[in-house]
């Protein structure tokens, strides 16, 4: 399974960015998709995740700022970040747990950078 991340760039403050990640491979089905990011310096943390009926997990920090979404017939799953911050600099990674004949396991994407600088 391979996840592919795209969208990530320079922004300036209050700017907006999309990510998106689509996974493919051996899949039956992928229950959760999400995104993490990690800072320099600092552990990664939860940004979003869905589940395949639309269930929400949101970190603190992006509550009311990022909107996740996903397009399950495309095993694609988007992150629309908005009201961009300089403390939202950071890699970030698409997650993917899969399911496949017997086997349940998460995959993890390249990751891509984002930067919000003047």
């Known amino acids: 399974v391979q996840l592919q991340a795209s969208g990530g760039g320079l922004v300036q403050p209050g700017g907006s960015l999309r990510l998106s990640c689509v996974a493919s491979g051996s899949i039956f089905t992928i229950p959760t998709m999400g995104w993490y990011r990690q800072a320099p310096g600092k552990e990664r943390e939860l940004v979003a995740t869905i589940t395949q009926d639309g269930s929400i997990g949101k970190g603190d920090s992006v509550k009311d700022r990022f909107t996740i979404s996903r397009d399950n017939a495309k095993n694609t799953v988007y992150l629309q970040m908005n009201s961009l911050k300089p403390e939202d600099t950071a890699v970030y990674y698409c997650?993917?747990?899969?399911?496949?004949?017997?086997?349940?396991?998460?995959?993890w994407g390249q990751g891509t950078q984002v930067t919000v600088s003047s």
């Open positions: 997650y993917a747990l899969v399911i496949f004949m017997a086997e349940r396991r998460g995959y």
